[in-house]
């Protein structure tokens, strides 16, 4: 043994290290356990179970791996099944050997370094979650998907000339359906068409018929017929996962008695659901499994909420305090320190969708009348956009982690309180800075006029 190996002490001497692959996976146990103590095994089910078989012969209770792309998914699921401990490491975490690379190394090196406690695993919640995770995912996808199909017939329409998108805002909307069904089905009257408007369009039927006179020429009718029709297929599809998505959630055990508690009153007005939220009472259910109303949080849609949810399940002791919790976000500055000096303060580049839903909901709070408001525009101004983004994701994050671990109600204090406690820090800071320099601050009264 080298004198770098007597340095550490063994603190997992029961651990396997798996190097992953498409089509086989090699697999490390301690020389004393086996011989020969790597072997390969196929990407088939039952060779996985033979691993964990022979894993279990080995006396092995924690398991790491390292892959990139969905390889790890079949063998995570097997060994967690088994009762294996198992750790997903990051591939860019990893340091390899030095010299030859292959997969027998690697899976060595992961065995040796989880042995010592030098990895970490990645963030995977708990398997009711995930089945959920997997349904919220497949719905955005569709939604992604139906989107595409929607610029599509937008393209072809304004190849006609039919210019459907000047008076009205959303061609996916009831207005634009209706209009672009009855196209579709052959109608070419302009009045009819544009007696086919929603009450609530403000245009007017003679501006909407102007706007749909056109070159209706056949082939682009065909191709919006076809996009018609598929985006139909995806809001089917949507509307299957939702029903999945319902009965998921009901699955989950109730953390508050809504008939006893019940949800305070929305803070969005009218009862439409916003954008493409399910039909469904999404919000009572995710106040009933989580037993905390984040839709009080101002930003913070039902959408917003679900993602967060099946992203990061309902416990949250993985996160010990609110900074371990902003630092896996990737949305807390960067210590890059070298030679005494701060290089760079950047925060990291992750790819993370609870990062994204909460960067989401701070751009949203931009005429927002809420404390939140009041500090993403104080920012947006001296900082700009961006960074202004980033700090209000972060302090939305960590008041999502604080409801998330103790419960409560969120109070907005309103943008008037926010704006009367930074012109007090403001005065604050003054007054200290002039008693440094061996003055006074005085304050001074208001003119009348000013205050008329």
């Not at 490390?28 to 390969?40: A, K, L, M, N």
Request: glycine share 6%; net charge positive.
């Amino acid at each position: 043994m080298s004198e770098s190996k007597r340095e550490f002490a063994v603190m997992n001497p029961d651990a396997a290290g798996i190097d992953l692959g498409a089509e086989h996976h090699w697999v490390s146990v301690p020389e004393e356990r086996d011989s020969p103590c790597v072997r390969r095994f196929g990407c088939f089910t039952a060779e996985l179970y033979a691993m964990a078989n022979w894993l279990q012969q080995c006396g092995i209770k924690t398991v790491a791996m390292e892959a990139t792309g969905v390889y790890w998914i079949p063998v995570f699921q097997v060994l967690e099944t088994q009762g294996f401990e198992v750790k997903l490491v990051n591939a860019r975490h990893v340091k390899t050997v030095p010299g030859r690379k292959s997969d027998v190394l690697d899976c060595q090196w992961l065995r040796q370094l989880h042995s010592y406690g030098l990895l970490a695993g990645s963030f995977r919640p708990d398997d009711q979650v995930c089945v959920l995770r997997s349904y919220i995912r497949q719905r955005d996808s569709l939604i992604k998907s139906a989107s595409a199909h929607i610029q599509r017939m937008q393209k072809a329409l304004i190849q006609m000339n039919v210019q459907l998108h000047r008076v009205i805002s959303d061609i996916s909307g009831t207005t634009g359906l209706a209009i672009i069904r009855a196209i579709v089905a052959g109608e070419r009257d302009l009045h009819k068409l544009a007696a086919l408007k929603d009450f609530r369009a403000h245009a007017s039927t003679e501006e909407v018929a102007a706007a749909l006179q056109g070159d209706y020429r056949r082939e682009l009718v065909f191709v919006l017929q076809q996009e018609l029709h598929l985006y139909e297929v995806f809001q089917g599809q949507i509307a299957a996962c939702d029903a999945q998505i319902e009965q998921c959630l009901n699955q989950f055990a109730d953390r508050v008695d809504v008939s006893t508690t019940p949800l305070l009153h929305s803070k969005r007005r009218g009862k439409k659901q916003p954008g493409n939220a399910p039909d469904f009472d999404l919000r009572t259910h995710l106040y009933r499994i989580s037993g905390v109303d984040f839709t009080q949080i101002d930003g913070f849609g039902v959408l917003t909420v679900l993602t967060l949810l099946s992203e990061l399940g309902l416990d949250p002791s993985r996160f010990p305090t609110s900074k371990h919790f902003v630092s896996w976000l990737g949305l807390c500055p960067g210590s890059r320190i070298t030679g005494g000096k701060s290089k760079s303060s950047k925060t990291r580049q992750v790819a993370n969708r609870v990062a994204t839903a909460l960067r989401m909901a701070a751009q949203t709070l931009v005429r927002s009348h809420s404390a939140l408001g009041a500090f993403y525009r104080r920012l947006q101004a001296r900082l700009g956009a961006p960074k202004a983004i980033t700090a209000t994701a972060h302090k939305l994050a960590r008041i999502f982690y604080h409801f998330w671990t103790s419960g409560g109600t969120y109070v907005d204090p309103g943008m008037n309180a926010y704006e009367r406690q930074h012109q007090e820090r403001v005065i604050k800071h003054l007054k200290k800075k002039a008693q440094a320099l061996g003055f006074d601050l005085i304050a001074q009264p208001i003119p009348q006029e000013c205050v008329s």
